[in-house]
């Protein structure tokens, strides 16, 4: 979600995890073998495991599918319904019944083709694509000066500067004095250039927002008062500080497109509007609004034998934004949990707990499908053993944490001690942590009271390279990381499914607050079933 890279880690807890960190298994497990104990015995089911995902992964084969196939899944696209439809064929073509289990509905949208080409004053084809839900030119090419906000000292000059709007693109981002990220000028600069740039652009951010701030609306609320006053579209550079990386969100206009532009082409209709050249460029799309369209979640089960009515969640969101294919955000944790599924219905067909795999829809607009199902399945949650959720790129698996569970270093320690030290070693854990609010859609399940764990993932420069950018495609993906916490996922599913009974649920005390009182436990939130208003 719509959430920074560090959101979607756990929190720490610095009163437990100083003493808690030197009893994690992998690490205990390391330090066996460095004085020549016994190394690891690992359980056939486990060696069966491995032994298939290093054999026999389908996971290149679901990437390309998920994300050369169908392509980016934003809510109420077809790529999203298309997403839907293509995990229950493949689920079922493994045996695995599903279903697709509709929470809400969303305002449609379908992209067209677009074209943005600068024609004076000279000719360029301009590096940008629409926001999700823009409005379009349907069809027509509308050509208009560009021009950007200006200097203004109050509401009052803004009104008054407001109708020269009409019949123009108006920029509304700031541009970037540097194109360069802070680690290639970290690498080749000066201290002297560093600190001048560093300067630099924090003094046009502040003046920017303070421009923005006198016009007396926002980023979110000045689209559409140009619209209204004439403006044919809006412009923005939202740049993610790595070569070639914008993000990209949705549209708050909703009468004329707004267009996402790469910050150099930006810079430059930004440096020849304040240099008196005037640029104009024409804007060419066809996207369609096709009014509200249902919104579904996935579910595939293998069902228990023992147990059939209590359940080992895995849990990914399939749904992305829209700027690239959404491959580390999420399609990497679709691939894997779906990868996960296969295998253990290869290899443990009849588990004692029922295995249900979520794929929620419309997390990224506030976890709603996760939490639209916590609140519509209740008889499923009350009996859930454990939810594993994977979010965060296509890293291995780095950091683990209890979400606030008193016992969850017992039960989690011993899921953990059935994994490959080669996999667990490198991991870190942190109990019994705390509850996450959101960030991803385990925290829906930890504020139902469910033992419900992020597996958190190595960065792979996440947060600025693809996290809701152009550049989160197929190409970022990383294999080998991707089929170990397949690895992982599937053991400690394995195991938590086969445990005698259902672990406890107790809740740890949470700090103090600013009252002085233990913080509350987070609180089950309403999902947004609908897109109107958003």
Known sequence: MKKAFLHKRSFRNLMWSSTLLLGIMSYEATAQNRMGRPAQTLEPIVEKIIAEVNNNSQIEQLAFELLDVVGPRLVGTSGMSNANQWALKKFESWGIPGRNQQFGEWEGWERGVSHIDMVYPRIKTLAGTQLAWSPSTKGKTIEGEVIALPEIKDSLEFQRWLPSVKGKYVMISMPQPTGRPDHDWEKYGTKESIEKMNKNRDSLAMAWANKLRATGYNVNSIPGILEEAGAVGILTSNWSREFGANKIFGARSKKVPTLDISLEDYGILYRLSQNGIKPRIAVNTSSKQLGPVPSFNTIAEIKGTEKPNEYVILSAHLDSWEGGSGATDNGTGTIAMMEVARVLKKLLPNPKRTILIGLWGSEEQGLNGSRSFVLDNPEIVEKTQAVFNLDNGTGRVENINGSGFV????????????????????????????????????????????????????????????????????????????????????????????????????????????????????????????GVGY
Not at 411 to 436: C, H, M, N
Not at 472 to 480: A, G, I, P, S
Not at 511 to 519: M, N, T
């Open 407 to 530: 016992h969850a270093y017992d039960y989690v320690g011993r899921w953990l001690s059935a994994v490959p030290f080669q996999i667990t070693r490198e991991i870190k854990t942190d109990f019994p942590g705390s509850p996450g609010g959101g960030g991803s859609d385990h925290a829906s399940f930890v504020a139902a009271g469910v033992p419900a764990f992020m597996l958190s993932s190595l960065s792979w420069g996440y947060y600025n390279s693809t996290w809701h950018t152009n550049l989160d495609t197929y190409d970022k993906l990383v294999f080998d990381d991707l089929k170990s916490n397949v690895i992982l996922t599937a053991i400690m599913t394995y195991k938590a499914s086969e445990e005698p009974e259902l672990v406890n649920r107790e809740k740890r005390v949470l700090p103090l607050g600013r009252d002085g009182k233990p913080q509350p436990w987070p609180a089950i939130r309403q999902p947004r079933r609908t």
